[in-house]
């Protein structure tokens, strides 16, 4: 009789060597290569023209790997947003045995908290906002290819804590061959409440390719403090970056700060789950078929 169990974990554990490979190849000219294959088999939008401010940003994303993209919803919009997340458990990123809890009862360690994205990732808001025809163009530039949303992430960082940890240091991401990240802060976010910091060029550079994470010394010293980059902004404010560039979000001081994050890749994260939703919003079904689907009528 067949193990199925077994089968799954094998399938699994293969699915999986594409993921692993590409974290183990550090040549700029090895993942160039494997960008082009990659794309070369993936499905383009039939006429793409950016207009000038998404041209702007998508030369941005090409010479420093970032771009600011200013207040892009407003007020009114994130209200509606946090009156959906109101009841909507949170789980501390790096300490599962806190279990699920409520915004007003986060315990007293946890630096960071993300909303279950099964929660969430089908409310009309935030459909709208990963599928806004702006990003998505400037997504299918950067990549050569349509996009697919391969990550979604929305969450909370705390203050009350003396030392940094995690993705609180510096690192790079390595999710895909090629990939953007999205971010809008759903807060106001100073100096105080853990601004999100970017080094500029760092897309480009050789050093410090070994996937951990670095101190703010090792990076200045070797990208200089000019081109460390820190994102303050008002409630509503995005911007886009590679973050196979360093970057990090800085331990929050006195206030907490709360962010969504849209990734869009080449290729599906191999090692994330997908659930893949009914949705009755007009939505491009292979942009967004890790997450949702088009419901029939």
Not at 248 to 272: F, M, T
């Amino acid at each position: 009789m067949l193990n199925f169990q077994f089968i799954i974990s094998r399938i699994k554990i293969y699915s999986n060597i594409p993921y692993q490979l590409q974290r183990k190849v550090k040549s700029k000219f090895l993942r160039g290569m494997f960008i082009s294959l990659s794309k070369a088999f993936k499905p383009k939008s039939s006429k793409v023209v950016l207009q000038k401010t998404e041209a702007k940003a998508l030369g941005d994303l090409n010479s420093t790997g970032w771009t600011d993209l200013g207040v892009f919803i407003h007020e009114d919009d994130i209200s509606e947003i946090f009156g959906k997340l109101e009841n909507f458990a949170l789980k501390d990123r790096y300490r599962p045995v806190h279990g699920e809890f409520l915004l007003n009862s986060v315990p007293s360690d946890t630096h960071v908290a993300d909303y279950i994205v099964d929660d969430w990732n089908n409310l009309p808001e935030i459909v709208k906002i990963a599928n806004s025809p702006s990003i998505l163009n400037i997504a299918e530039g950067y990549l050569g290819c349509k996009p697919t949303i391969s990550n979604l992430q929305l969450w909370w960082s705390f203050s009350g804590h003396e030392n940094s940890e995690e993705a609180e240091n510096f690192h790079r991401d390595v999710d895909d061959w090629k990939f953007v990240k999205f971010f809008i802060y759903l807060t106001d976010v100073d100096l105080q409440s853990g601004p999100h910091t970017y080094v500029q060029k760092s897309i480009n550079s050789h050093r410090h390719l070994p996937i951990k994470r670095y101190s703010d010394t090792e990076i200045e010293k070797y990208f200089g403090k000019e081109n460390i980059k820190i994102m303050t902004g008002k409630k509503g404010s995005a911007f886009m970056e590679d973050t196979f560039g360093f970057h990090k979000g800085q331990l929050a001081k006195e206030d907490r700060r709360l962010v969504l994050q849209v990734q869009y890749s080449i290729n599906p994260i191999a090692i994330n789950s997908y659930t893949s939703k009914d949705s009755i919003m007009e939505i491009d079904p292979y942009i967004n078929r890790l997450y949702l689907k088009r419901k029939e009528s």
